[in-house]
């Protein structure tokens, strides 16, 4: 099993940004890739990006691409999310999660979550 915290989250306004952090801990080996979802009020969980931890391969989804940077320290077994110019439509809470590749990534796919983090984009 793999554990991860979120952390990062606020309230911004449309064009702002913000990083979120995302610490994970426990069964971590070189195949474990950590994705980053989210979740609008009254919608389901989609993928945002995700990042391989050997070669730190990025991977977006189209909708964020060019505003949102993935990252990782291996080191500290930590994957950030650059997110830039934010939208209203950003607006959600936003989850990380591990486990092997998969592309697209889908909710169902994983066990494990972190309590997720609130992002509020004002207009």
């Known amino acids: 099993q793999i554990q991860l915290v979120e952390s990062g989250g606020g309230l911004r306004q449309a064009g702002g940004s913000l990083r979120l952090s995302c610490a994970a801990s426990g069964r971590i080996s070189d195949n474990t890739v950590i994705y980053w979802f989210r979740q609008a009020p009254g919608k389901g969980r989609e993928w945002v990006a995700f990042?391989?931890?050997?070669?730190?391969?990025?991977y977006y989804n189209d909708v964020m691409k060019g505003r949102f940077t993935i990252s990782r320290d291996n080191a500290k077994n930590t994957v950030y999310l650059q997110m830039d110019r934010l939208k209203p439509e950003d607006t959600a809470v936003y989850y990380c999660?591990?486990?092997?590749?998969?592309?697209?990534?889908?909710?169902?796919?994983?066990?494990?979550w972190g309590q997720g983090t609130q992002v509020t984009v004002s207009s």
């Open positions: 990042i391989t931890r050997v070669g730190s391969n990025p």
């Open positions: 999660t591990g486990g092997t590749f998969r592309f697209p990534p889908r909710a169902t796919d994983f066990d494990s």
